[in-house]
């Protein structure tokens, strides 16, 4: 984490175009207030972030996602960093995040439902780098702390465990 610090530099896959990646040094962003600095642990690799790579994912389509992007939407790791206005996390906190953030003041946010906000963004889609780095910064809202005896292996299922509980909802 030292190196983060004095350098403000990680490394991460970046996709710069259809079948274009690969592991590059990035800049992070400084931390704003309510943002933590999370060190990745484990990330996973789901058909959304294949499709990133090859350029087929309807959001590069579209154009609502934009290259160059660093990929990857589920994950855990620890909390190294945590911006002023952030109580609920503490430096050395397992975590893992939501990889869909939405504003949170509209009424799609007031329901539950941050894929319907129009402002969202998406976590190694649009608008938010994704966890194929070594760092990535988060509000620290869509950041939850992992149960004690779940492990980081484990606990980087999460967000996958969450999208079918939602289907079966």
Do not use: W
């Not at 290259?67 to 893992?96: C, H, I, Q, T």
């Not at 292996?153 to 999460?158: G, K, Y």
Request: glycine fraction near 12%; include cysteine; aromatic fraction near 6%.
């Amino acid at each position: 984490d030292a190196m983060y610090f004095a350098r403000r530099r990680c490394q991460a896959v970046v996709a710069r175009g259809s079948g274009q990646a690969a592991l590059e040094e990035i800049d992070l962003p400084r931390l704003k207030p309510g943002e933590v600095l999370v060190r990745v642990a484990y990330a996973g690799v789901c058909q959304a972030d294949l499709e990133v790579l090859d350029g087929t994912h309807r959001y590069v389509k579209a154009g609502f996602a934009r290259y160059p992007v660093v990929p990857g939407r589920e994950f855990s790791g620890r909390v190294v960093a945590k911006g002023v206005n952030v109580d609920s996390l503490n430096e050395g906190d397992l975590v893992v995040g939501a990889p869909i953030q939405g504003c949170g003041r509209c009424a799609e946010c007031g329901r539950g439902s941050e894929i319907g906000c129009a402002e969202r963004v998406e976590m190694g889609l649009s608008g938010h780098h994704g966890t194929f780095s070594e760092y990535v910064v988060l509000p620290s809202q869509f950041v939850a702390r992992i149960p004690d005896g779940v492990d980081l292996r484990s606990a980087s299922l999460a967000e996958p465990l969450a999208v079918v509980l939602k289907g079966l909802t």
